[in-house]
């Protein structure tokens, strides 16, 4: 179905297959365990409710799904222009001579179609892929835990973990982009920890000094998108381009190492993420294949493309000891890298694209996440249930909900949420002190936390931390809307008073619409007339009254006799017609 599994193979299949089911009713699975071992515990696990870990920050549109919308509105658009044009004005479209020159007849909407401009016409998905990866980025800095992100405003944003107080504020450190960033990696270096952060077209690479100051060593600008980016140990900078190619280069020297095209060169085979194995060796995986490189040689040492048909390619991938995991659209693909022969999938039940992948080993434990771009799709693998099936994890409308049903008064508060409706950006799994915590982020920088037990959760300290950063969110004011004049009169004379005329040209000093709008009443309705009986006339108009209007009756009159009076009544330039000619 998902993967090519023909009958004239010569491998054996491990795989029970279902066909002929939807998309999203995937479950086909290996037998084997998605994590190998003796010693692993094999007992269940249990997901907490999420919930944040410091206090809420600056919101706007969400900056992950514009992209999609913008995307989705532009392909109806062009449906609905192709469907017209191939039905009915095809045949229209033809050559016309006039004074000897000739001329084509187009219709309108077709030249609209080729002057309008393809949002992000690079990339077909359905999901905004210069996220993918994730711009939350976990370090170590004197033997404390940190987690790293951007947010509203493109300022490096860091909270040390695990946070004991919600009510915390963020720390801002002291760099600030000049555009998103997409995506953050970290890399323990001798230097210190290291961050490089990818914009669309630029790559910098900053040292953590302590926890709210960065220095900035090493930045880079380029002419292509950029869709992964990261360093090495020995300070190899090894970036993913759009144009599917891959290079490396020396940050110390500035110096190109090496450079990777691929050779199928085809928008479909576009490149999304690499890790470096070891300082001269590159993982690098495409949505269908994954190569192995060699930067001391500059050559290709492997290559593997598993059979996987068009409508399941690959996001995302990690390297677990001699294991590779690879996220495609609809499975868990592990892989042996050494030789790529041992092969298993795993559904992981995921709807959208799983660009969010990461794990954490605790004892003998393995931890793996899976993440789309939004709380609704991420999943938990810990090897233990029958045929490795993932474990559902709860997301933040359930903590709202629960929060609310323990405190009735936020049943009434609905702007908060929309604040549990964004978009994620980044997702972590960490073992922290003996705990393995689950971090998430949205795309303004709010990162959230749930933890994993081996026992039942308390479901009351979740809530109690909704709770309080609850009474911390901003609530936004109600837009003015002035639908009928009654509205309109009562925004004038309110903008009339004297204190309230004060306030707006502090707040205020250039005059907003509604100001511009109410001017045009300036000379009939004022402050001198609001108690003179025209002003109470006018508002009276929209006030209901308590009396019941009784219906008065209409008498019926004859056709011909309503015919006869309406004509007596008007002259239509005969003198024998109408009353008028009669006088």
């Not at 690098?284 to 294949?289: C, D, W």
Request: overall charge negative; proline content about 5%; charged content about 25%.
């Amino acid at each position: 179905m998902f993967f090519d599994n023909s009958s004239d193979s010569d491998e054996p299949s491990n795989m029970h297959t279902l066909h002929s089911v939807k998309h999203s009713l995937i479950i086909d699975s290996c037998k084997e365990s998605l994590f190998e071992g003796t010693d692993r515990t094999d007992s269940p696990v249990f997901v907490e409710l999420p919930y944040p870990i410091h206090k809420p920050l600056k919101t706007s549109e969400d900056l992950v799904s514009k992209m999609i919308k913008e995307k989705e509105k532009y392909n109806k658009i062009v449906h609905s222009r192709k469907r017209r044009y191939m039905k009915y004005d095809k045949v229209r479209v033809n050559e016309h001579e006039y004074s000897g020159h000739k001329y084509m007849y187009i219709p309108k909407y077709v030249i609209d179609y080729y002057d309008e401009e393809e949002p992000e016409d690079i990339y077909k998905g359905d999901y905004n892929h210069y996220y993918t990866g994730g711009n939350l980025a976990h370090f170590q800095h004197n033997n404390f835990d940190y987690l790293a992100r951007p947010d509203l405003h493109n300022n490096l944003c860091i909270n040390r973990v695990p946070n004991m107080n919600v009510i915390d504020d963020v720390v801002q450190t002291n760099y600030t982009s000049d555009s998103i960033i997409y995506g953050i990696r970290s890399e323990k270096t001798s230097d210190g920890p290291y961050l490089v952060l990818r914009e669309k077209n630029k790559v910098t690479a900053v040292r953590c000094d302590n926890v709210g100051t960065v220095t900035k060593k090493y930045s880079r600008a380029y002419k292509q998108p950029i869709f992964d980016a990261m360093i090495s140990e020995d300070f190899k900078l090894g970036v993913v381009f759009s144009n599917m190619k891959f290079s490396v280069r020396d940050m110390e020297t500035d110096t190109s190492l090496y450079s990777f095209k691929n050779e199928l060169d085809t928008d479909v085979d576009n490149f999304q993420q690499f890790r470096f194995l070891d300082n001269q060796t590159v993982v690098l995986m495409s949505r269908s294949t994954v190569h192995i490189l060699d930067v001391r040689t500059q050559s290709v040492s492997g290559s593997f493309k598993p059979k996987l048909l068009p409508c399941n390619p690959m996001y995302n991938f990690v390297i677990i000891g001699n294991d590779l995991i690879l996220a495609s659209r609809h499975y868990l693909y592990r892989a042996d890298i050494r030789d790529f022969e041992d092969t298993s999938y795993y559904s992981h039940f995921i709807k959208n694209a799983p660009c969010y992948i990461d794990f954490t080993i605790k004892g003998c434990d393995t931890y793996l996440t899976v993440c789309g771009q939004s709380y609704d799709n991420r999943a938990l693998f810990t090897g233990d249930s029958p045929y490795s099936l993932p474990y559902d994890i709860p997301n933040l409308k359930e903590t709202l909900v629960q929060t609310k049903l323990k405190h009735p008064p936020l049943v009434l508060q609905d702007y908060l949420d929309p604040k549990v409706e964004h978009c994620l950006t980044g997702c972590k799994i960490l073992t922290v002190n003996e705990n393995v915590c689950l971090y998430t982020s949205n795309c303004f920088g709010e990162i959230f936390q749930q933890n994993v037990y081996e026992e039942q959760p308390d479901t009351y300290e979740p809530v109690t931390r909704m709770y309080e950063w609850s009474k911390t969110v901003e609530n936004p004011k109600a837009t003015l809307h002035a639908t009928n004049f009654e509205q309109v009169s009562d925004i004038k004379f309110s903008l009339d008073a004297p204190v309230a005329k004060e306030k707006s040209s502090q707040k205020h000093p250039a005059k907003n619409k509604e100001e511009k709008f109410l001017e045009k009443f300036e000379e009939k309705y004022s402050t001198q007339n609001v108690n003179s009986e025209f002003a109470k006339d006018f508002l009276n108009v929209w006030e209901d009254s308590e009396e019941e209007v009784a219906i008065e009756t209409i008498p019926k009159e004859q056709s011909s006799q309503r015919t006869k009076n309406w004509v007596d009544l008007h002259n239509f330039g005969h003198p024998d017609l109408g009353q008028h000619s009669k006088q």
